[in-house]
């Protein structure tokens, strides 16, 4: 009957250390995108004026890039595909914010983005309607997303793909770098318990043998 005991007791020990491998290398139940809570002014609502600030709340504070314009972004686009903003974004906590200068009435698209707590850049939009009196002064449209400090005749060749809303390159090296340690560490964590219960059983059985 004592081999049997042995048996069971290493048995218990190697599926332990599975279970601790497959809890910590899963991230994702751990770490999860910042969620979007409000946005203002609303999806589908009418905006009467210009300059108008637009902010995007979500469910937790923003990853510290330790610079508001790495990887985060707010404009607003026209159906004409012209770019309205400074590509300045202001950060407090889980609220990032923009004043933008709208051209013509019509339909606006907001894209912005912004750098989830786990690390991950995001990028979303949603539109509104620009309905302004009739003494409103239009503001020039930019062909190419603004980046926040550079005038349009400064921004580089490769920003000006319509869908690119900031610079992407920097934040999503912070993500891939965050998210990629946690299931590295897991696996060690979770190999030193395997070794460990292994070593012990082995211990057991040469005391048995004696």
Known sequence: MRPTVRHATTHRWVVAALVAMFLLGSPTTAFAHNAV????PAADSVVTLSPVTVSVTTNDNFLDTGDATRGFAIVARDTSGLYYGDGCVNINERTM?????LGEPGAYTV???FVSADGHTLQESYAFFFEPSSDHVPAA???EPP???????DLPVEQTAPE?????DAPQAVADESVSLIPTVAGVIALTVLLIALGVSGRRKRRAQN
Request: proline share 7%; hydrophobic share 30%.
């Open 141 to 143: 449209g930019l062909s």
């Open 164 to 168: 690119v809303v900031g610079p992407l």
């Open 37 to 40: 809570e409000d946005r203002d």
């Open 147 to 153: 980046m926040c400090g550079e005038s349009p005749k």
């Open 97 to 101: 914010s923009a004043t933008l200068g």
């Open 111 to 113: 894209l912005y983005q």
